[in-house]
């Protein structure tokens, strides 16, 4: 399946581009590419729901593809491409814009920004695209990889994600102050209210906030602000006050 499906670079099959993200040379590269897509794509398909990821991943492998075509079309001999390693990567480009400041584990006792991460897995897979370039034999399709990532990161600013990373991080940046003191969420909360004025996860928690301050004026007037998006939660705050 592999010799009949896989896309070569030097002659390139429509039929053989689409089967190729499909098809894995071994159970390892199949369980490598899976564990990958678990972590990155079920992320990004929650954020963006089943038809956009499905976009993104497909998106991603046809952009892998024409960047390792790109490359390899001059090398004689260059061997056959297959895997969903471009489909993961896009997935993993939209996720590092989205998550970017999600800390995640590089070893025992050592994490990092999202995009840390990613940053440090783009250099290592430049660096094994020009260590390689020429070399027909086979192995790791780096320049897939790049073309996918690439798709991803287009893709998260297509579907306005750097925003939501933004609004997320305000949420973690109040969640954050209120184990400080209510003051501190509360100070929090007003200031990322400036960019968001109505965002209803932003009004509630600056109205818990002054609620435990013991503010009656400011706990009305963002039970006020919050009343049309979340009536269940400013409902209480106005029938005391």
């Not at 490598?32 to 499905?54: H, P």
């Not at 995640?104 to 660096?127: D, E, F, H, R, Y």
């Not at 400036?194 to 209803?200: A, I, M, T």
Request: proline share 5%; hydrophobic share 55%.
């Amino acid at each position: 399946l592999v010799q009949q499906f896989g896309f070569r670079a030097t002659s390139p099959r429509l039929d053989q581009a689409l089967v190729s993200m499909f098809l894995h040379w071994n159970l390892l590269h199949l369980l490598g590419n899976m564990l990958f897509l678990t972590v990155a794509g079920s992320a990004v398909e929650r954020e963006v729901g089943a038809i956009k990821f499905g976009a993104v991943y497909l998106l991603g492998g046809i952009a892998g593809l024409a960047l390792h075509w790109a490359i390899y079309r001059q090398v004689p001999g260059a061997g056959p491409l297959v895997g969903a390693s471009a489909c993961v990567a896009a997935c993993l480009g939209l996720a590092a814009v989205r998550f970017a400041l999600v800390r995640v584990p590089l070893a025992p006792g050592l994490s990092a920004p999202l995009w840390t991460a990613v940053l440090l897995w783009v250099g290592l897979q430049a660096a094994g695209m020009f260590v390689r370039l020429g070399d027909a034999s086979g192995g790791t399709a780096f320049a897939a990889h790049l073309g996918g990532l690439a798709v991803g990161l287009l893709m998260s600013v297509a579907l306005r994600l750097p925003s939501a990373a933004d609004h997320q991080q305000d949420l973690q940046t109040v969640e954050a102050m209120q184990d400080r003191s209510p003051a501190a969420a509360l100070s929090a909360a007003r200031q990322a209210l400036q960019q968001r004025p109505n965002d209803p996860q932003l009004l509630a928690r600056a109205l818990q906030a002054t609620i435990d301050l013991g503010d009656r004026d400011a706990e009305l007037q963002y039970a006020m602000q919050l009343w049309p998006h979340d009536a269940r939660l400013a409902g209480p705050s106005l029938e005391r006050l």
